[in-house]
């Protein structure tokens, strides 16, 4: 135990100047502002797939907008049970109150994981990440305010434990410039992480707005109609600080709020769910239209006279969209758990491009939603084109600005629902494939259950196994690679794999032997694809195949992209031809090289080609970020001229689940439509 004499400094700050500030210029300003503007340029250089048991990432909708409310995990590969997490923290609201700060990070991490269906709020466990600058005047006991208002305050009003944590008490930086001693402190901060099991991770609730149909908008404002500004983003842009921020003002309403909307997702009542955070209203609703490509017409009369506070207050709350016909039903299970007073009717959403604001008669603000789409988007487009490949950049911002972009979108050749398995599946003979893998390697898991729910047995088979002789590949019918960083990808994606088959003979003489012999088949996805477009010499008909190198964005891409399967000899991909659907995307070397033009039409004229990203109107592109590596001809698979051998850098693996997509058409069952690839396979085995 530690005993440390500190001494309180009281926090002050000067009422918001807000002479000549208009909420046009404010809209903008705040949504340029980095701790609101869209953040893409962090999100798709991490893997978001991996595993095939992401239910929910960051990215959202066809348009796949970065402003998910909570991660959402299945617990299996066969689930609909899983788990939840989410982050809180308000880390300027300690500039003015240290115990408020803290209270509104337990508070956002709720308001942000309340949108997935979890039941009790007494399930959700709290992780408290506490970062101070120890010593500094007024920070210790500021820290001590913190803890107490959350340890001993509100999370024991609300019925929820914190197990875990850590702290980093070193947040200050001293340097010498100029022969001037300089330092820099950082507020005091509190990073909550909230978890939870999840019941059904498809009831799962988007920002997404659905303006197809009647509905209506609601704001649930837990902060009492107070719509405090200090230490929000709008004071932040107009480089103030202001004196009274948001608080958590009641625990018992928060705690009334979690329990309706979780009533509200069991019964899946909310067509669309986004908490009110660093922003405010505005923002709030701004990223709900993004989301849903969609404009808003909202009126604020009931917020109060003051049109900045209504909109950038940054108290605790939510937006919720219902179907016009569940209003009454919705707002009653509102009023049933004390939150009548907080409920406001805003308006509608609506389709087009408009975002309109209003008090009553009086127009508050009007803005193509496009525009505010491009405002929003231009820190992650600087920022990327400081990183990766400017031009790049360029693309992608450019494609933002198009209306008339249809998003994501499917158009199917065959019925994903008949299983062509069945019949082969109830014969009781399971044949067997090699689920092979290298150190490095991260997707055999949910490779192996594709391949075991089509009616194999996988097996696990390391290369160490295939070195020492312990395993041999006659055992098997069929061999996938997997996808992951092999050997950490320093030779080049795939290449150390393929040189450890390559130069050791009898390992190399097996796989040589596999590749020639009837009746067997082969995929290579990812980093499989990768060394096994290196192993061309051992597979017949696959001397025009290409390599695979550096993405032209030089970065790595996790994409959600979508492609269409180009008719050719792969009889992985029998009966799918002209098939149009997202895949999941992630990798650093997907851009296809060829030795010259001539190389590549030697490819084409083959009928090699297997996959091709293609754009949201259905067009073979080199776009990005619609074909995140750049290939030539939008090429992304390709397979041998017997078609027993085919190879891949998208994971079917990962989305042969519907629930595991980022983004799917509602009617879509258990299966995706991928799942045929590893149906046919069971098929052409018989």
Same mark, same amino acid.
């Given at each position: 135990?530690?005993?440390?004499?500190?001494?309180?400094?009281?926090?002050?700050?000067?009422?918001?100047?807000?002479?000549?500030?208009?909420?046009?210029?404010?809209?903008?300003?705040?949504?340029?502002?980095?701790?609101?503007?869209?953040?893409?340029?962090?999100?798709?250089?991490?893997?978001?797939?991996?595993?095939?048991?992401?239910?929910?990432?960051?990215?959202?909708?066809?348009?796949?907008?970065?402003?998910?409310?909570?991660?959402?995990?299945?617990?299996? !590969?066969?689930?609909?049970?899983?788990?939840?997490?989410?982050?809180?923290?308000?880390?300027?609201?300690?500039?003015?109150?240290?115990?408020?700060?803290?209270?509104?990070?337990?508070?956002?991490?709720?308001?942000?994981?309340?949108?997935?269906?979890?039941?009790?709020?007494?399930?959700?466990?709290?992780?408290?990440?506490?970062?101070?600058? @120890?010593?500094?005047?007024?920070?210790?006991?500021?820290?001590?305010?913190?803890?107490?208002?959350?340890?001993?305050?509100?999370?024991?009003?609300?019925?929820?434990? #914190?197990?875990?944590?850590?702290?980093?008490?070193?947040?200050?930086?001293?340097?010498?410039?100029?022969?001037?001693?300089?330092?820099?402190?950082?507020?005091?901060?509190?990073?909550?992480?909230?978890? @939870?099991?999840?019941?059904?991770?498809?009831? &799962?609730?988007?920002?997404?707005?659905?303006?197809?149909?009647?509905?209506?908008?609601?704001?649930?404002?837990?902060?009492?109609?107070?719509?405090?500004?200090?230490?929000?983003?709008?004071?932040?842009? *107009?480089?103030?600080?202001?004196?009274?921020?948001?608080?958590?003002?009641? @625990?018992?309403?928060?705690?009334?709020?979690?329990?309706?909307?979780? &009533?509200?997702?069991?019964?899946?009542? !909310?067509?669309? *769910?986004?908490?009110?955070?660093?922003?405010?209203?505005?923002?709030?609703?701004?990223?709900?239209?993004?989301?849903?490509?969609?404009?808003?017409?909202?009126?604020?009369? @009931?917020?109060?006279?003051?049109?900045?506070?209504?909109?950038?207050?940054?108290?605790?709350?939510?937006? #919720?969209?219902?179907? =016009?016909?569940?209003? =009454? !039903?919705?707002?009653?299970?509102?009023?049933?758990?004390?939150?009548?007073?907080?409920?406001?009717?805003?308006?509608?959403?609506?389709?087009?491009?408009?975002?309109?604001?209003?008090?009553?008669?009086?127009?508050? *603000?009007?803005?193509?939603?496009? +525009?505010?789409?491009?405002?929003?988007?231009? &820190?992650?487009?600087?920022?990327?084109?400081?990183?990766?490949?400017?031009?790049?950049?360029?693309?992608?911002?450019?494609?933002?600005?198009?209306?008339?972009?249809?998003?994501?979108?499917?158009?199917? +050749?065959?019925?994903?629902?008949?299983?062509?398995?069945?019949?082969? #599946?109830?014969?009781?003979?399971?044949?067997?494939?090699?689920?092979?893998?290298?150190?490095?390697?991260?997707?055999?898991?949910? $490779?192996?259950?594709?391949?075991?729910?089509? %009616?194999?047995?996988?097996?696990?088979?390391?290369?160490?196994?295939?070195?020492?002789?312990?395993?041999?590949?006659?055992?098997?019918?069929?061999?996938?690679?997997?996808? %992951?960083?092999?050997?950490?990808?320093?030779?080049?994606?795939?290449?150390?794999?393929?040189?450890? #088959?390559?130069?050791?003979?009898?390992?190399?003489?097996?796989?040589?032997?596999?590749?020639?012999?009837?009746?067997?088949?082969?995929?290579?996805?990812?980093?499989?694809?990768?060394? $096994?477009?290196?192993?061309r010499e051992l597979i017949p008909g696959s001397e025009?195949?290409?390599?695979?190198?550096?993405?032209?964005?030089?970065?790595?891409?996790?994409?959600?992209?979508?492609?269409?399967?180009?008719?050719?000899?792969?009889?992985?991909?029998? %009966?799918?031809?002209?098939?149009?659907m997202p895949i999941a995307v992630s990798h650093g070397?997907?851009?296809?090289?060829?030795?010259?033009?001539?190389?590549?039409?030697?490819?084409?004229?083959?009928?090699?080609?297997?996959?091709?990203?293609?754009?949201?109107?259905?067009?073979?592109?080199?776009?990005?970020?619609?074909?995140?590596?750049?290939?030539?001809?939008?090429? +992304?698979?390709?397979?041998?001229?017997?078609?027993?051998?085919?190879?891949?850098?998208?994971?079917?693996?990962?989305?042969?689940?519907?629930?595991?997509?980022?983004?799917?058409?509602?009617?879509?069952?258990?299966?995706?439509?991928?799942?045929?690839?590893?149906?046919?396979?069971?098929?052409?085995?018989?």
């Open positions: 135990k530690m005993t440390r004499d500190v001494t309180s400094q009281q926090a002050k700050g000067d009422t918001l100047v807000r002479d000549g500030i208009t909420v046009a210029d404010a809209v903008n300003r705040v949504l340029h502002l980095p701790t609101v503007a869209e953040k893409t340029f962090l999100i798709t250089i991490g893997d978001r797939s991996v595993t095939g048991m992401v239910a929910r990432d960051q990215m959202v909708g066809p348009w796949q907008i970065p402003v998910a409310n909570c991660a959402v995990t299945t617990a299996s !590969l066969d689930s609909y049970y899983g788990e939840a997490m989410s982050l809180g923290e308000r880390a300027p609201v300690a500039l003015l109150d240290f115990a408020a700060s803290g209270r509104l990070a337990v508070g956002e991490a709720l308001t942000n994981i309340a949108a997935t269906q979890i039941g009790s709020l007494k399930r959700i466990k709290l992780s408290a990440n506490w970062m101070a600058a @120890a010593g500094h005047p007024g920070e210790d006991a500021g820290l001590y305010e913190a803890v107490k208002a959350v340890g001993e305050e509100l999370c024991p009003a609300l019925g929820i434990t #914190i197990p875990v944590g850590k702290d980093s008490m070193s947040m200050k930086t001293r340097w010498q410039q100029d022969s001037e001693q300089r330092e820099m402190t950082s507020p005091l901060s509190l990073v909550i992480t909230a978890f @939870a099991r999840v019941e059904d991770v498809r009831r &799962t609730v988007t920002p997404q707005l659905q303006p197809q149909q009647d509905n209506a908008l609601l704001l649930i404002d837990l902060g009492q109609g107070q719509n405090a500004l200090g230490a929000t983003a709008l004071s932040q842009v *107009y480089r103030q600080l202001g004196d009274k921020p948001a608080d958590v003002r009641d @625990a018992q309403q928060l705690a009334g709020f979690f329990n309706a909307i979780q &009533t509200l997702v069991a019964d899946e009542k !909310l067509l669309a *769910y986004h908490d009110r955070s660093d922003g405010g209203l505005l923002v709030t609703l701004a990223e709900m239209a993004f989301t849903g490509h969609c404009g808003v017409d909202v009126d604020i009369a @009931a917020l109060g006279s003051d049109a900045l506070a209504a909109l950038f207050n940054e108290e605790l709350g939510a937006v #919720i969209q219902v179907a =016009a016909q569940d209003r =009454a !039903l919705v707002e009653k299970v509102l009023a049933d758990n004390g939150l009548a007073a907080c409920v406001h009717y805003l308006g509608h959403a609506q389709t087009g491009d408009r975002f309109v604001i209003r008090s009553g008669d009086s127009a508050v *603000y009007s803005e193509s939603r496009t +525009t505010l789409r491009t405002w929003w988007a231009e &820190t992650t487009w600087q920022m990327q084109r400081l990183r990766d490949n400017p031009q790049c950049a360029d693309q992608e911002h450019d494609a933002k600005k198009d209306d008339n972009d249809p998003g994501l979108n499917v158009n199917l +050749t065959f019925k994903p629902e008949d299983d062509i398995a069945a019949p082969f #599946i109830a014969t009781g003979a399971r044949p067997k494939v090699a689920v092979l893998r290298e150190q490095g390697v991260n997707s055999h898991v949910e $490779m192996a259950a594709a391949w075991h729910r089509a %009616g194999f047995d996988a097996v696990d088979v390391h290369m160490s196994d295939l070195l020492a002789g312990r395993r041999g590949l006659e055992d098997f019918q069929a061999l996938v690679a997997c996808g %992951g960083f092999s050997y950490g990808d320093v030779l080049g994606a795939g290449e150390g794999w393929a040189k450890s #088959i390559l130069f050791n003979s009898r390992v190399r003489d097996e796989f040589e032997t596999f590749f020639h012999r009837p009746q067997t088949l082969a995929l290579g996805v990812c980093n499989g694809c990768q060394m $096994m477009s290196n192993l025009n195949w290409p390599r695979f190198v550096r993405n032209q964005s030089e970065r790595f891409e996790a994409r959600f992209s979508l492609v269409e399967v180009a008719a050719s000899p792969s009889l992985l991909l029998e %009966g799918m031809a002209g098939s149009r070397e997907g851009f296809v090289e060829v030795r010259d033009n001539a190389h590549l039409a030697a490819l084409e004229h083959q009928g090699l080609v297997a996959l091709r990203y293609v754009d949201n109107f259905g067009k073979v592109t080199q776009n990005y970020p619609a074909n995140p590596n750049g290939s030539p001809n939008g090429i +992304t698979a390709v397979s041998n001229e017997s078609g027993r051998v085919t190879i891949m850098m998208p994971h079917p693996e990962r989305v042969f689940r519907t629930v595991s997509n980022s983004w799917h058409p509602a009617e879509w069952g258990e299966d995706s439509p991928w799942m045929r690839i590893f149906r046919n396979a069971r098929k052409q085995l018989g």
